[in-house]
């Protein structure tokens, strides 16, 4: 596993720039949030690596009345104890709800004390299965191919399109707010390759972003795993990109 970190913040050091015209708030020197919509937040967490600097990688939160859903983790237990202590003194809302994209550090590495905290999690049943065989903390709940959730006035959507950073990658689609949260598989406009790819399958890789493609028409905004938000050109370079590997 330790390699395998590695290797992926290797694959990720480009990503620093971060979307510009939304409101910041900083919440620790290490962990931020950028309001995208009245309810959707996105958090962005920096890990310490030694030789590569601070690498960031990005999450999501979205608020209904008085409760948050959290899509991804900061990188660890206590940059994600940072973030739901933020969440719950400073915003006054109750946590219901986690969904990792993927089984990857920056995805889930603080799953555990979410675990711990009795919240519902979900997660694609390939991802508890990598999770469970890496000796990792795994989700409760587990899906196979899509899962719509009811959250207040919102409908969450997940959906697994097929291979690409890591085999068991998902997209979250929240339709009333038209917010894609594409985690790793989707690059920011700056990348200029896949990055790590090695827990992944780069022959799916262009056949799983086409699928994104064809499945969302109407986006507003496309969260990637790290960088700068953007559009549904975060999608068509992704997909550029995957022909060039």
């Known amino acids: 596993m330790k390699r395998t970190l590695i ?12 979307s510009q015209g939304f409101d910041t708030i900083k919440v620790t020197k290490d962990i931020e949030l950028i309001k995208i ?19 960031p990688a990005n999450g999501m939160i979205l608020i209904n009345n008085n409760e ?6 900061p990188w660890t237990d ?4 940072d973030l739901l202590q933020w969440i719950k003194n400073k915003m006054q809302l109750k946590i219901v709800g986690f969904i990792p994209n993927d089984w ?25 299965e990598l999770a469970q065989k890496k000796g990792l903390p795994v989700p409760k709940n587990g899906f196979i191919d899509s899962l719509a959730l009811k959250f207040g006035k919102f409908d969450i959507c997940c959906y697994y399109f097929g291979a690409a950073h890591t085999i068991d990658n ?28 090695g827990d992944g399958d780069v022959n799916s890789y262009g056949i799983t972003v086409k699928r994104v ?14 960088g700068d ?9 992704t997909l550029e990109l995957t022909k060039k590997k």
């Open 7 to 18: 290797f992926i913040i290797i694959g990720f050091i480009q990503f620093y720039g971060y």
């Open 37 to 55: 919509s009245p309810s959707a937040y996105v958090h962005i967490s920096y890990k310490d690596v030694p030789s590569y600097g601070r690498v």
């Open 68 to 73: 948050a859903f959290i899509f991804d983790t």
């Open 78 to 81: 206590s940059l994600t104890n």
């Open 104 to 128: 990857h550090w920056d995805s889930m590495g603080g799953l555990k004390l979410i675990n711990d905290l009795g919240v519902p999690t979900y997660a694609n049943e390939m991802t508890k």
């Open 170 to 197: 998902i997209v979250v689609w929240i339709p009333s707010e038209k917010i894609l949260f594409a985690d790793c598989m989707i690059k920011e406009l700056k990348a200029k390759d896949l990055g790590f790819t």
């Open 213 to 226: 493609m064809d499945k969302f028409k109407s986006i507003k905004y496309v969260v990637p795993g790290h």
């Open 229 to 237: 938000i953007g559009g549904k050109d975060l999608i068509e370079h």
